[in-house]
T-cell receptor
Framework: GQQVMQIPQYQHVQEGEDFTTYCNSS?????IQWYKQRPGGHPVFLIQ?????EVKKQKRLTFQFGEAKKNSSLHITATQTTDVGTYFC???????????FGTGTRLTVIP | NAGVTQTPKFQVLKTGQSMTLQCAQD?????MSWYRQDPGMGLRLIHY???????DQGEVPNGYNVSRSTTEDFPLRLLSAAPSQTSVYFC?????????????FGQGTRLTVV
């Protein structure tokens, strides 16, 4: 079954609105990564979080890793049309060597 | 650097046919993996390899075989294609360990089985 649950599956926003996607696991994760896939493209790495409670920022993107290392979020402030795509979280379970992907959140930005 | 190269980009197969999806990386990464991507299902791990000569099953291995004779290459074989294997396939590589483990993806192979 799916190792990591991600919500929402779809999100439509007006350009300039904020966007958040959430990733949840029932087990403790050794790390969590976020990827972006443009329509017709391949997943591209955005960031990796390793520490409990870690917060990282990339311009308008803010990534958080939960204190219990079981959940994570990606927040985009003031979306732009260039943010369109599907955002995936990907996680490695503690002690494992495999990267399992969430189901993804497809973001549409309406100009 | 070419990164991760997948061939072909598109393929149409008839039910029962066999084929091999090629994947090569030039980054000397130990870890390589194959995923399939279906609408609403995200990326599901088919098989992976932690180094030459070592392979293991992921979430959805049935109907697929892999081998890893070199560090660079990790082909995926469909022995007898079925319509349920219609999907987009991605190969990825990374350097596992306690440090940075960014996965690099190929451009994908869009496979249709009729």
């Amino acid at each position: 079954g799916q190792q990591v649950m991600q919500i929402p599956q779809y999100q439509h926003v007006q350009e300039g609105e904020d966007f958040t996607t959430y990733c949840n696991s029932s087990t403790t994760l050794s790390n969590i990564q976020w990827y972006k896939q443009r329509p017709g493209g391949h997943p591209v790495f955005l960031i990796q979080l390793v520490k409990s409670g870690e917060v990282k920022k990339q311009k308008r993107l803010t990534f958080q890793f939960g204190e219990a290392k079981k959940n994570s979020s990606l927040h985009i402030t003031a979306t732009q049309t260039t943010d369109v795509g599907t955002y995936f979280c990907a996680a490695m379970k503690t002690g494992a060597n495999n990267l399992f992907f969430g189901t993804g959140t497809r973001l549409t930005v309406i100009p | 650097n070419a990164g991760v190269t997948q061939t072909p980009k598109f393929q149409v197969l008839k039910t029962g046919q066999s084929m091999t999806l090629q994947c090569a990386q030039d980054m000397n990464h130990e870890y390589m993996s194959w995923y399939r991507q279906d609408p609403g299902m995200g990326l599901r791990l088919i098989h992976y390899s932690v180094g030459a000569g070592i392979t293991d099953q992921g979430e959805v291995p049935n109907g697929y075989n892999v081998s890893r004779s070199t560090t660079e290459d990790f082909p995926l074989r469909l022995l007898s294609a079925a319509p349920s294997q219609t999907s987009v396939y991605f190969c990825a590589s990374s350097r596992p360990g306690t440090g940075f483990t960014e996965a690099f993806f190929g451009q994908g192979t869009r496979l249709t089985v009729v």
